[in-house]
């Protein structure tokens, strides 16, 4: 490993992470550097245009990070970023898997991976779903939702303007759908019991992006025959796990989640 590459990209880190611009002394003091040395490796960042000078020697990082941060991300399409992790999924379950969008009241199929059993759930990619009455539509509700739990039925009216019974199982007042999504939101994935579809089952497990955001969900469609209570349990870990790997390659690290609608 080179030790000089890896010292500056650790002082560069420290940096983006610190509250307020560095000084020499605080970078020496850090990494137990000599101040000559910590005042170099600063010189470097600065001559490269990773950090910026600002008022009594302290530096800060430039906005080039932000630059490259956004080329990085803009060319991730979630798409091609989870299809390992879909057939993957799919190899170890054998069932349906999904990626979807959420379009306010609605799902998008993005991208789906097949079951190989003769009795599967269907879906096309680009067909749309009710948010509310699928799993990983669910899952986006819940984590778009308002922090104030005060605010989440008003919040519920307004991005789900009707609640239509599909079938027997789905949601037709907003308390119920209110008190679902709070129970999706601390486990952190939702299932869907024959809600949109009598004969077909699922879970949904969100996918943020760097900013913490849940721009997307990874769900498991499986006919309700085989949704039994030993079996629906036996998915959730290998779904999250997905979901997470996803995550993070989309630039999404713990600590950062927050509560944000995204169309």
């Avoid at 290998?238 to 999404?252: D, F, N, Q």
Wanted: net charge negative; glycine share 6%; with cysteine.
């Amino acid at each position: 490993m080179d030790k000089t590459l890896a010292k500056g990209l650790s002082v560069l880190e420290f940096l983006v992470n610190s509250d307020a611009p560095c000084s020499v002394s605080d970078v020496a003091r850090a990494f137990s550097l000599v101040p000559s040395n910590a005042h170099r490796t600063l010189k470097t960042l600065l001559e490269l245009g990773y950090i910026q000078q600002v008022a009594d020697s302290r530096y800060e990082p430039s906005l080039y990070l932000f630059e490259l941060g956004s080329r990085v991300v803009g060319a991730r399409d979630i798409r091609q970023v989870a299809h390992q992790a879909m057939s993957a999924l799919a190899s170890d379950t054998l069932e349906t898997i999904h990626l979807v969008v959420r379009d306010r009241d609605h799902v998008i199929y993005l991208d789906k991976v097949d079951s190989p059993q003769p009795v599967a759930a269907y879906s096309r990619i680009g067909g749309r779903a009710p948010a509310q009455c699928v799993a990983s539509g669910k899952v986006l509700l819940a984590m778009a939702m308002p922090a104030n739990d005060g605010q989440i039925l008003s919040w519920l009216q307004h991005e789900v303007p009707t609640l239509e019974a599909h079938t027997t199982a789905s949601h037709t007042t907003y308390e119920a759908l209110r008190d679902d999504l709070c129970k999706v939101r601390e486990l952190g994935y939702a299932m869907n019991s024959g809600e949109w579809r009598a004969d077909v089952s699922g879970l949904g497990a969100p996918v943020f992006d760097s900013r913490g955001v849940a721009v997307g969900a990874l769900g498991i469609s499986l006919p309700s025959v085989r949704a039994t209570p030993e079996r629906l349990p036996e998915l959730i870990e290998p779904l999250c796990v997905a979901a997470a790997t996803t995550s993070e390659l989309l630039g999404y690290r713990a600590g950062i989640r927050r509560s944000g609608t995204h169309y």
